[in-house]
């Protein structure tokens, strides 16, 4: 996935007016997270995200705030407004997803047809998994960035293990300060996935309490936190299915 193509996409989707589904990317890492994922799933093109300050734009400066980071990306999105598409992420992916909904929302622009939130807990609650509680002063990510880059399904360079333990802080530190507010209600439906032996956020923890802040259906898919890295069939085949239902049908 390298060279770099401007903005938050390694490649332009056709210009074809197919829908889009947009994915956010896993904590730490970038649109690489999504190496293993396919080009289409159904009618939509799947566009992985590249936040600066990572991967292809390592050299920018990364977004610090989940202020800054979603509106960055609403803006781009603008050029994408006369085309049907829809958000999803995993984990640590999941919040940017919200705040950049609200952002959409925000800026007067369509909403996407469906938020997929993968792996995280009803998001006014509190923050999900291990890593959102360690001491950041202290704590050696270097581990994390290993088993990361396995479910990744690709090879780490020792030297590389740094750097990517520094995005890695990145993303944790912008979580820190941030709780979604239950009193804005999320103006897109939302398919929250849960997985059945998730190590990282337990199935039961993934179901409860969306309800209090969206319009939400519950799926569960056997397997653990980093298989949806991989896109497993099974997972695929669901997104096929939550987005042909939030086409448009035909007039």
Known sequence: MAGRTGGWLLRPPPDDGSPL????????????SYRRWPARLGDFWFCPLQPPGRESRFPEPPLRTHAEWSADLAG?????????????GHCGGVPLAL???????DRG?????RLIASSWGAPHRSLYGP???????????????????????????DDFIAIAADVLRVDLELHRPHLYDPARRVPCPVTVVAWTDDEVV????????????????HETLTGVHYDYLSCPPAL?????????????GPD
């Open 109 to 113: 622009l369509p909403l996407p047809r």
């Open 236 to 248: 695929a085949d669901l997104v096929v299915r939550l987005l042909q239902v939030s086409s448009p």
């Open 21 to 32: 589904l947009f994915g956010f990317p896993y904590a730490g890492a970038g649109a690489g």
């Open 202 to 217: 337990p199935a039961e923890v993934t179901r409860a309490g969306w309800e209090e802040c969206a319009d939400v259906s």
């Open 131 to 157: 890593l959102n509680f360690v001491e950041l002063s202290t704590v050696d990510l270097t581990a994390e960035v290993r088993r990361m880059f396995a479910g990744f399904g690709a090879p780490i360079r």
């Open 99 to 105: 705040s950049s909904v609200l952002a959409v929302e």
């Open 76 to 88: 781009y999105l603008e050029k994408f407004a006369d085309r049907p598409y829809a958000f999803i």
